[in-house]
């Protein structure tokens, strides 16, 4: 069974099928040969998706026999299997990810920055504080720099001031200036070459801890006598 009915290809399925029954629960023992040797119960190299797709659901209670074969063909992954998986599981990502930005059409948006607009950045260092409440939800205004390759904002403060670190999009939302600025590349405290090794960067940007200091009475910080 394990070898769709074909015994010549019995010495390539071996392997499976001893280590299936091996891992399979006896009823004269209540447990599996693995569980009475080692007391632990046996992990499969079988993942959340692999596991429901392998083998199809059966219609009925199996036979010891054939819940062996079952186990013994989901173990030899076998490659038409993985790659059926692999095309379902994508597709079905695929349709996620259309269902939802179909349900949240009007509250998605990239408002896609260009250089030298002021912007304002959520304060995500305090956003799970128990005292946010009393403390700036956002920082600036700041202006765009430029944003890099992989899709984060370079921000630098009004006086120039680059960040070290792109910030991620989800972060940086439009300030409403009552008349805009220019901005000029100049004004930027570090070199062009450095400037454009942030702009090739792939990265998606990274929440900025140390932007708002915790305040002195906080939980959990020691006392300078300490």
Request: aromatic fraction near 12%.
């Given at each position: 069974k394990a070898a769709d009915g074909d015994q010549s290809k019995w010495s390539q399925v071996f392997h499976s099928v001893v280590w299936s029954d091996r891992v399979t629960a006896k009823k004269r023992m209540g447990c599996s040969p693995y569980f009475a040797v080692t007391g632990t119960h046996p992990i499969l190299p079988l993942d959340v998706v692999e596991a429901t797709w392998l083998a199809p659901p059966p219609d009925a209670v199996l036979s010891t026999t054939d819940l062996v074969a079952r186990r013994a063909i989901a173990l030899q992954k076998r490659s038409e299997q993985l790659a059926t998986i692999n095309s379902k599981v994508y597709e079905a990502r695929r349709e996620a990810a259309r269902r939802f930005k179909q349900e949240h059409q009007y509250t998605?948006?990239?408002f896609d920055f260009q250089r030298g607009d002021l912007v304002l950045l959520r304060n995500t260092a305090?956003?799970?504080?128990?005292?946010?409440?009393?403390?700036?939800?956002?920082l600036g205004p700041m202006v765009v720099i430029p944003r890099n390759r992989g899709g984060a904002y370079l921000i630098a403060e009004l006086d120039g001031t680059l960040?070290?670190?792109?910030?991620?999009?989800?972060?940086?939302?439009?300030?409403?200036?009552?008349?805009?600025?220019?901005?000029?590349?100049?004004?930027?405290?570090?070199t062009l070459e450095r400037l454009r090794e942030m702009e090739q960067s792939d990265s998606w940007g990274d929440d900025d801890d140390a932007l708002v200091e915790p305040p002195d009475d906080a939980e959990g910080v020691p006392d300078k006598e300490d």
């Open positions: 998605i948006k990239d305090i956003e799970k504080a128990l005292n946010r409440k009393m403390r700036a939800r956002y960040f070290n670190r792109p910030i991620a999009a989800f972060r940086v939302i439009p300030y409403l200036p009552r008349r805009s600025i220019h901005f000029d590349l100049s004004n930027v405290d570090v």
